[in-house]
């Protein structure tokens, strides 16, 4: 059912498990049913975040040294009042998160980064309805240790792929911010002519080109774009967070015990879906300004690849211990430091972070860190008002184009042409003249019958090559359509992908302003199995 926000406005929801864009994995995550229920904790289509918030209530967390870092953090911003708000709301016992978590692509990198916030933003608020006397603060954890700087370091904008060239390697958030000047020039030549370009365009050059660091400049544009909803930025990448996890990395590098924990989990996995993440023997790397490199147990010595660095097992445990911030956990660890120094009750993520959260439930229960309400992050397809004219005239949904475009298109012609494009009675005389055939063969030699067999399948095959034939020709009459077609399905899904898993942020915000965060979180359904299509009128 299609609803009206505004005259200009529309929006309608469609199950994420008719999409054909989502893993099989996600599908029976989102129905809460078997054989995926064992592997988390809370109904993710009903969490239960009254026991959430009393099971974290148990929880001895450090809210002095998670406010008094975020502070650290953020002093040299100008913090909004929304932001220091929710940093004092940290303090006291009856406020509690709601996270989700994000490498520091630069220039947000794709649109469901957007997506991630916004639905944080509305559970906070949705929560702080249904829990008087409680308080709920967003949260965006920052991976600003992930090295994958291929990933990172692009976005895709106006049909092309823009790249920072930079030869730094380790932690893309400790790279300089140095040459991405020139990024923002060719921004500026692709959306500068866009109404809101202008103020969006000097929040960049204040993020990247006023701050020495990507993490740095990824905190001050987020703050910029999101501070006004009082969401709060975390970088983990900070000692006072990392020395909270020593026990846990203590654990890791002398025992090994999530590789065999995780393992057994991902065995019960495998027998039914694909496994996301595959632990490590170590599920630590050893981090450095230009150097992110695994650590590696070779008989009674700790070796860090790629240096000359090695450790025995009391200088391992005194570097740990003088300095933590040097140890960084991999997928398998990051999120029991999200939920060690976090008041957290829900994690909004991706479809494939969400598979790993469900490797991950039995690692958090042995070290004693409550495992959250995972919820899989809102997916959004924005379809502008010119998009919306073609599909009218054509007398198609967006819907439609969830479809493989040449199925769509045969679909099409079939609708609206007169011709007889399916030979279906054709098909029927070919079966009845063939077993009469066959009946008329073994009364005469019962071998026969595979000959009469044979000769029905060339002529079936015969059949659906002339339909094929009947289908292009009649094709070619609807060219104007298919081209039409094919324009829209390539605008809305670039690449054959999801819009929101290539475009960026950007041009939307240049042509929008702040007014497409409003829509989006008007639009936003915190836990729902539905993927959400707005459409300009």
Request: charged fraction near 25%; aromatic fraction near 10%.
């Amino acid at each position: 059912m299609i609803q009206h926000i505004n005259p200009a406005i529309a929006f309608h929801t469609i199950p994420i498990a008719e999409t054909g864009y989502f893993s099989p994995i996600i599908a029976n995550f989102l129905s809460g049913q078997a054989p995926l229920r064992d592997f988390y904790e809370y109904n993710p289509a009903a969490p239960d975040f009254a026991m959430a918030m009393k099971v974290k209530e148990g929880q001895a967390l450090r809210r002095d040294i998670l406010a008094e870092t975020l502070y650290q953090q953020y002093r040299h911003l100008e913090i909004r009042e929304e932001v220091r708000a929710n940093i004092g709301l940290l303090q006291a016992t009856n406020t509690f998160t709601v996270c989700t978590a994000h490498q520091p692509n630069i220039f947000t990198g794709y649109l469901y980064f957007v997506y991630k916030i916004l639905q944080t933003v509305k559970l906070s608020r949705d929560l702080a309805l249904q829990y008087p006397g409680k308080h709920f603060v967003p949260v965006y954890y920052m991976g600003s240790e992930d090295a994958d700087l291929d990933e990172l370091g692009s976005i895709f904008l106006d049909g092309r792929k823009l790249t920072w060239e930079t030869d730094q390697t380790g932690a893309v958030g400790r790279m300089r911010t140095e040459g991405l000047e020139e990024m923002i020039k060719s921004i500026g030549d692709s959306i500068g002519y866009l109404p809101h370009a202008p103020e969006l365009l000097e929040t960049l050059r204040k993020a990247y080109l006023g701050h020495g660091n990507i993490q740095e400049a990824t905190l001050s544009l987020v703050n910029d774009l999101f501070g006004c909803y009082g969401l709060v930025v975390l970088i983990p990448d900070h000692p006072n967070f990392k020395r909270q996890l020593i026990p846990v990395m203590k654990e890791e590098l002398l025992e090994q015990s999530s590789e065999k924990i995780v393992t057994k989990t991902i065995d019960k996995l495998a027998a039914h879906f694909k496994v996301q993440a595959t632990p490590r023997e170590i599920n630590l790397f050893y981090l450095r300004d230009y150097q992110r490199e695994r650590i590696v147990k070779d008989g009674e010595v700790w070796k860090v690849l790629h240096t000359p660095l090695s450790f025995t097992r009391d200088e391992l445990l005194a570097e740990l211990e003088a300095n933590p911030e040097r140890f960084s956990p991999n997928v398998i660890l990051r999120g029991i430091l999200q939920e060690t120094i976090l008041p957290n009750i829900a994690f909004i993520g991706g479809g494939g972070e969400v598979a790993y959260w469900l490797e991950l439930k039995d690692l958090f229960h042995h070290h004693k860190v409550p495992y959250p309400a995972v919820l899989l992050r809102n997916s959004f397809l924005w379809v502008r008002r010119e998009e919306h004219a073609r599909l009218s005239k054509l007398g198609l949904s967006p819907d439609a184009l969830f479809e493989d475009t040449g199925l769509l298109i045969s679909k099409f012609v079939h609708a609206h042409t007169n011709a007889s494009l399916v030979l279906r009675d054709e098909y029927a005389a070919v079966e009845k003249l063939f077993n009469e055939l066959e009946e008329k063969a073994k009364q005469i030699d019962i071998t026969l019958g595979a000959s009469v067999n044979a000769e029905r399948s060339r002529a079936v095959k015969s059949i659906g090559k002339l339909e094929h034939k009947f289908l292009r020709a009649e094709k070619k009459k609807f060219a104007w359509q298919t081209e039409q077609i094919q324009t829209v399905k390539d605008r809305l899904f670039p690449g054959n992908s999801l819009q929101e898993r290539k475009e960026n942020l950007l041009p939307y915000y240049a042509e929008y302003g702040p007014a497409f965060f409003d829509h989006i979180l008007q639009f936003s359904i915190p836990v729902t199995d539905q993927f959400i299509i707005v459409t300009e009128l």
